[in-house]
């Protein structure tokens, strides 16, 4: 069972920035896509942020230059640093990780956290 963890949100104002992170647990032999994905009120689940294999990076246009997507093998944790966060980027925020554990595929998702953006 890979487990992931998130922690980082907050209630932030227009213009500020806050961190994320996601780390893994369990015995993870290997992880090939690590990316966060954020859920508005009313809204679906829409693709944020992407680390793919070969250490590519994949935005929504709506963050690129403002948001960064980053891991640390180490930890099997990934980030997600959100500057010039704007009221819009309210939502509830999602880790995926997607590898293979012991030869078998798993695709986890953290529990999600809140992230509020006040004007």
């Known amino acids: 069972q890979v487990q992931l963890v998130e922690s980082g949100g907050g209630l932030v104002q227009a213009g500020g920035s806050l961190r994320l992170s996601c780390a893994a647990s369990?015995?993870?032999?290997?992880?090939?896509?690590m990316g966060w994905y954020r859920q508005a009120p009313g809204e679906q689940r829409e693709l944020v942020a992407a680390?793919?294999?070969?250490?590519?990076?994949n935005y929504a246009d709506s963050v690129k230059g403002r948001f960064t997507i980053s891991r640390d093998n180490a930890k099997n944790t990934v980030y997600l640093q959100m500057d010039s966060l704007k009221p819009e980027d309210t939502a509830v925020y999602y880790c995926?990780?997607?590898?293979?554990?012991?030869?078998?595929?798993?695709?986890?998702w953290g529990q999600g956290t809140q992230v509020t953006v006040s004007s």
């Open positions: 995926r990780f997607r590898g293979t554990r012991w030869g078998t595929p798993f695709d986890s």
């Open positions: 369990g015995n993870i032999f290997r992880i090939n896509a």
């Open positions: 680390l793919i294999p070969g250490g590519s990076t």
